[in-house]
């Protein structure tokens, strides 16, 4: 179930149409940008996932094109910029190489000018669409997925989550094979947003550059997430940054879904209507994982949170360079093969999974199946659930839908047998939080709840916190926002120590003073506000927030 192929070229054509009529020239140099790129210098082996990136993200993110016709735009840009000389873009100054203690010299290198650079792959967008409008090119797209997503910056001040959507991998890396892929990926950032950007233009371009990536995805999913951390790192030292990201992936063939994961955002698979685990999240309490981080030298430590070295709140992560080699670049991955009762699955960062748990997230999902209301919505009525239950940070949830026809069925079984017995599930579910609750220093759980647990800062006690509420205001309110796939500023779940709350990152100086924050009140979100809106069955809700 999906979106037939016929239908595709139709929306293609009338896409053309209706695009070239509003930007029919190339973008001058007096013409303001349609967006804010993330990055304003890069090296040449970032070229080919920033120039599709943007294409992207003006096309099926802005305007909300057919994701197989973007797919394609952005392929034949990215094949005409790489074979230019892109010297033209080269910055006049050579950018020194910061040296990191332990570590050989790195020499000098001289960038592009990524601002300069968008401009010319931006105009070539409106020269490609005009020319496309007058003579389609041979595209053959495949049935895609039906799928659904919403992200909310929620009551953080910033948005540091990104999603990605890809429904035609083939199209967009020109594979000529006729396995069909998609790459659905949610990128948790903390600690700033550049690493979730890097990530969310660059993985699935090292992914697909894996020798064994169509024999064996796994381990090139797994290949893929070393590389673009290695390349993130390189930036960091470029650049002075220290963010970092957790991620999960799932690359979606015909007989196999192949999840890759770091960090705490999750994957769960929804089969005969009922929840399935694939997978556990790498936080700091799960004992191979804190063993693994004490036997290189390090240690992990209650602070409102579980910390490796008593700061970072995850156990695995792309980027954060002071916190490596303790917070480790190394996936888990898992083959789930397809029988056609595989009805859906669920990415997501840590703001709804930390808010609900997998049963109710199942619920949910079957009553709205029964409302026969269209599927793009599911996204948006479990970001609400999140919300209600009292999650405060950033939510990304994607539902990719495998078998629509099929859930359907399930949810009516479900309704004529009674709910399922799942009790169990939740209580062991419950055990576990007891158990880590029992592992906390006893001054620890004391103090818990009226300390060191409050997740959002009390901007109404200073003049910086006023001026949060005040941008918040102006971003559509602190809960009202909500993101594209190439979204800027979002919160993953990993606060600075000024924000406080469970899941925050905390400087060495900070982590033994921290101190609690006061709980703002808890705003609900306008949900009537919201502008959801439809793109070959998806949902892209969003007020962009990267002025």
Not at 76 to 87: P, Q, R, S, T
Not at 361 to 378: K, M
Not at 404 to 420: F, T
Request: hydrophobic content about 35%.
């Amino acid at each position: 179930m999906g979106t037939a192929p016929e239908e595709q070229i139709a929306a293609f054509k009338q896409f053309l149409t209706e695009f070239s009529a509003l930007h029919p020239n190339p973008i001058a140099e007096e013409d303001a940008m349609p967006f804010r790129i993330n990055t304003f210098r890069m090296a040449e082996d970032e070229v080919e996932g920033e120039c599709m990136d943007w294409v992207l993200e003006y096309l099926q993110d802005r305007n909300h094109a057919p994701p197989v016709l973007a797919a394609a735009i952005a392929r034949h840009i990215a094949d005409k910029v790489l074979a230019e000389n892109l010297d033209t873009y080269l910055e006049e100054k050579l950018v020194e190489q910061p040296q990191w203690e332990g570590e050989e010299p790195v020499a000098d290198e001289q960038l592009l000018d990524a601002m300069k650079l968008s401009r010319h792959v931006l105009s070539m967008v409106h020269e490609t669409c005009v020319k496309w409008k007058a003579e389609l090119p041979p595209i053959k797209p495949p049935t895609i997925p039906i799928y659904s997503i919403h992200a909310i910056k929620n009551t953080r001040r910033k948005m540091e989550d990104k999603h990605v959507i890809i429904p035609d991998l083939n199209t967009l890396f020109n594979f000529k094979d006729s396995k069909t892929r998609g790459f659905y990926a949610v990128y948790d950032g903390h600690g700033g947003i550049e690493a979730a950007n890097f990530t969310a233009a660059h993985l699935h371009c090292h992914v697909v550059k894996q020798p064994e990536f169509k024999e064996d995805p796994s381990s090139a999913l797994a290949k893929g997430f070393r590389a673009v951390d290695d390349a993130f790192i390189m930036k960091a030292k470029r650049e002075g940054l220290r963010s970092g990201t957790t991620g999960v992936v799932a690359l979606l063939e015909p007989d196999a879904v192949h999840i890759a994961w770091l960090g705490d955002s999750q994957v769960m698979l929804l089969k005969d209507g009922l929840p399935e685990v694939v997978m556990e999240p790498h936080k700091p309490e799960r004992p191979d994982e804190k063993k693994r981080v004490e036997d290189m030298g390090g240690f992990v430590v209650w602070f409102g949170a579980w910390r490796v070295n008593g700061s970072l709140a995850v156990s695995r992560s792309i980027g954060d360079p002071d916190h490596k080699p303790y917070v480790s670049n190394e996936t888990d991955t898992k083959t789930i093969p397809l029988d056609g009762t595989e009805e859906c699955i669920i990415l997501a960062c840590d703001g709804l999974w930390d808010s609900t748990k997998r049963n109710k997230v199942a619920r949910t999902v079957r009553d709205f199946i029964a409302t026969e209301e269209p599927l793009d919505g599911i996204s948006i009525k479990l970001v609400e659930h999140a919300r209600s239950s009292g999650s405060n940070d950033n939510i990304t949830v994607l539902v990719v839908f495998l078998n629509a026809k099929h859930l359907k069925e399930s949810v009516e079984r479900i309704k004529r047998e009674g709910e399922p017995e799942d009790e169990d599930e939740e209580k062991k579910e419950e055990e576990e939080d007891e158990s880590m609750e029992d592992d906390k220093p006893e001054s620890e759980r004391q103090s818990d709840s009226s300390n060191l647990t409050n997740s959002t800062p009390d901007t109404t006690a200073s003049p910086e916190g006023q001026h949060a509420q005040t941008e918040s205001a102006a971003e559509g309110g602190p809960c009202d926002s909500t993101v594209n796939s190439n979204a800027n500023n979002n919160n993953n779940g990993h606060l600075s120590p000024q924000q406080g709350g469970a899941d925050s990152t905390l400087g060495a100086d900070s982590s033994v003073q921290m101190e609690a924050e006061s709980s703002r009140k808890h705003q609900q979100p306008n949900w009537s506000s919201l502008d959801s809106t439809s793109s070959f069955h998806s949902s892209e809700s969003f007020t962009d927030s990267k002025s």
